[in-house]
């Protein structure tokens, strides 16, 4: 054997050699994890359509997975105050967040979060898409989108939302630009205030999460006008789109979905991944996801965290020629 040879092969076996405990620590992680209670960070106020549907999926993959999930709701910032928490925490596996549109918003509605989006965060798995439903109270006599044009044309309008650059907050916005009119926000710290603030008039109108304003819709508490996104939504087949209501350029498509911090070890990431998969198709998540209009999100994890890249872009792109300003 030549001396090349014999210095190339001792080369690649003292490699290997340094290379197999990092690899078989890693694995090791993965297989031990979890080995004790994960922490699931929902950046948004108990009662939200983000926490209704992230506590359905917690569920399963907390029995799946053999350790309890405790569900942590930080809300505030339009959701970056808890976003903050879980990207400076030890990226163990243990501090999951649960996120939606609002976190590819951020960017663009805040000018220093505290992270970076694109580079603190890896989008594990998105649980689906539910559509944003424009609301008002039985009592103020808007009966169509076409009305509440016309009444923010007037002048005199105000719209609540989660939060300012919250998905609430952005699903208005587009309204409100289709539409042509001005208006006072009103953010609140969550989706039930919000609710509660146009169930009593107090303001005019919001666009809600669906999995939050649907018990409220059904018991007549307040009136659906259209749904964000391009076609009508399973859970209110009578209630149109924007788009069908005469509003070009005012879908938006609010999704939900499972992110960790982008140094946890790969094996971790895939783990979760394929159990948070399994859970997403128990026949209670399956069942609850049919009756609250929410539409499966198939997405490998390369192309879901390509669409949240895509999805920052286009919303600094908005903003600008918009002409914007959230704070």
Known sequence: MSTRRQFLQSTAAALAATSLPGMAMAQGSAQAWPSRPIRAMVPFAAGSSLDIVGRLVMDPLSAQLGQPIVIENRGGAGGTIGSAL?????????????????????????????????????????????????????????KTLKDLVAKGKSGQIS????????????????????????????????????????????????????????????????????????????????????????????????????????KTPQPIVEKLRAETEKALKNPNVVEKFATQGIEPMPLSTADFNAMVQKEIDSNIALVKAAGLKFN
Do not use: C
């Open 86 to 142: 879980v990207a400076k925490a030890d990226p163990d596996g243990y501090y999951l967040l649960i996120q939606a549109s609002a976190h590819s918003a951020a960017p663009a509605a805040y000018s220093n979060i505290g992270y970076d989006v694109a580079k603190d965060f890896i989008g594990v798995i998105p649980f689906g898409t539910l559509p944003n439903v424009t609301v008002v109270a039985p009592a103020s006599g808007i």
């Open 159 to 262: 719209y609540a939302s989660a939060g300012v650059g919250s998905a609430t907050h952005w699903a208005a916005e587009r309204i409100r630009v289709a539409g042509g009119f001005q208006g006072v926000h009103v953010p609140f710290r969550g989706g039930p205030d919000a609710l509660t603030e146009v169930m009593t008039g107090r303001v005019d109108f919001t666009a809600m999460g669906m999995s939050s304003a649907l018990p409220l819709i059904k018991d007549g508490k307040l009136t659906p006008l259209a749904v964000s996104t391009r076609k009508r939504s399973s859970a209110l087949p009578d209630v149109p789109t924007t788009l069908e209501a005469g509003l070009p350029d005012s879908d938006y498509t609010y999704w939900m979905g499972l992110f960790v911090s982008s």
